[in-house]
């Protein structure tokens, strides 16, 4: 039996991690226009999180370096995708768990950007304010944000797995 190159094991981890964010995106895109459910900012900024660092895992995968360095890059730059997905997928449990006593519709992130300019608008959704506190869909108990949370969580931990692991342990 032919012995993998440590850059061949790297390209397949990193293709399924690509492969996991795509179909977790495909799922998103499915609940909102054939399932009818209406994504809040905080959920938008979760998809974003999710492309980015299926991004880092497609350019990973096609990459495939032999170098340890460069590979273990990837691996940081993935996990830090990643732990940009906790930390806006846990405010958003939080938002969740604990709603604001009284929460308003918020507006589109359109005119968020246009009234307030990119960083008033991103502070204005990670307020959660509005329907970031509805709970319209659960699977075994978890909210759909609780779902990303985990998801981010297991990615990112792959990742730093399938880039951070020696050479000679498959």
Do not use: N
Request: glycine share 12%; with cysteine; proline share 6%.
């Amino acid at each position: 039996m032919p012995l993998r190159s440590p850059s061949a094991s790297f390209r397949t981890r990193f293709l399924l991690g690509a492969l996991a964010c795509a179909a977790i995106l495909g799922y998103a895109l499915y609940a909102q226009f054939v399932g009818g459910f209406e994504p809040c900012p905080m959920c938008i900024f979760q998809r974003l999180a999710f492309a980015v660092l299926g991004f880092v895992f497609l350019v990973g995968a096609l990459h495939a370096p032999r170098a340890q360095g460069t590979r273990r890059a990837y691996g940081v730059l993935a996990g830090l995708a990643a732990a940009i997905g906790i930390g806006i997928a846990g405010k958003h449990v939080w938002t969740q768990v604990f709603p604001p006593p009284m929460p308003s519709c918020a507006p589109g992130w359109d005119y968020l950007v246009e009234t307030q300019g990119w960083l008033g608008g991103a502070k204005r959704v990670l307020a959660a304010k509005g329907d970031c506190t509805v709970i319209d869909w659960t699977f075994l108990g978890l909210s759909m944000p609780a779902w990303s949370l985990v998801c981010f969580v297991v990615l990112g931990a792959w990742a730093l797995w399938a880039a951070f692991r020696r050479a000679g342990v498959r």
